[in-house]
């Protein structure tokens, strides 16, 4: 019973740590957590289920490996989200007869299907989204990532960018490195295709906030500013438009080779 009693409170710290965003703190805490958790007889990987206290160990533990999903997500650490994601659906998988369904087991699965969106993993997308029952279609969470996933397929970038504000705050991560993205997609079909721009133009094509942001982001790719009008430098232009059709090939044949390996 202590070491349960000193797993609360260590998982207390974590919730406190997560809410202040000391991603530091989370960090330690939840390596001195999993120590304890190792000490349970009911948490996997002893799943000692006889245990008194299971039920309270075991609803401890999901909640535990829930925030450490959810700390990973704001440390942006995709290596920890890797560890997270797969200790969670393997908790989520053993516990089953013991403990009724996790409340939010597919807003889980929903922010698992957005990181594997945003690293380009097709194929374990769509193995994911498969094993995700009809009632878990309407979280939001998961009907995010579905249809941004939709738009990337259409080369409907202009809704991928204006998707940020009406996504659940947890997508957040996978909205900015979508956006980065596909911004910047965006510019290279604009370097290939006009010589200039007038900057108020360029700033709605690339759907920036303010004149400033859209000089910053002309700096960032060399792009010549004269009063209101951003020149694109045409060698860059060249190289976009090869760099460009290479990418194209490139996706077209990973997507062939994801979609073989669905079938």
Not at 191 to 215: I, N
Request: net charge negative; proline share 4%; charged share 20%.
């Amino acid at each position: 019973m202590t070491v349960l009693k000193d797993t609360q409170q260590l998982l207390d710290k974590l919730k406190n740590a997560y809410k202040k965003n000391d991603l530091a703190t989370g960090k330690t805490v939840l390596g001195q957590i999993k120590i304890k958790l190792i000490q349970l007889p009911a948490v996997p990987p002893n799943s000692d289920f006889s245990s008194p206290t299971a039920q309270q160990e075991l609803l401890l533990a999901r909640d535990v490996y829930e925030h450490a999903v959810l700390l990973a997500l704001k440390s942006q650490s995709e290596a920890a989200l890797e560890s997270s994601f797969t200790q969670l659906k393997t908790f989520y998988a053993d516990t089953r007869s013991v403990l009724p369904a996790a409340p939010q087991q597919w807003m889980f699965a929903g922010l698992n299907l957005l990181r594997l969106l945003v690293a380009n993993r097709i194929a374990e997308f769509h193995t994911e989204l498969e094993l995700i029952p009809a009632e878990g279609m309407t979280v939001p969470h998961v009907a995010s990532a579905v249809q941004l996933e939709q738009w990337l397929m259409e080369g409907a970038y202009n809704k991928v960018l204006a998707a940020g504000k009406s996504l659940p705050p947890e997508c957040s991560f996978a909205v900015e490195q979508l956006s980065a993205t596909v911004r910047d997609e965006i510019a290279s079909c604009a370097e290939a295709s006009y010589p200039s721009l007038k900057l108020a133009d360029a700033q709605v094509l690339m759907m920036l906030a303010s004149r400033k942001e859209t000089e910053e982001y002309a700096k960032q790719h060399g792009w010549a500013i004269e009063g209101d009008v951003v020149h694109f430098n045409k060698a860059a232009a060249a190289d976009a438009t090869a760099e460009q059709h290479m990418r194209l090939i490139n996706h077209a044949l990973l997507y062939a080779k994801e979609l073989e390996r669905i079938v």
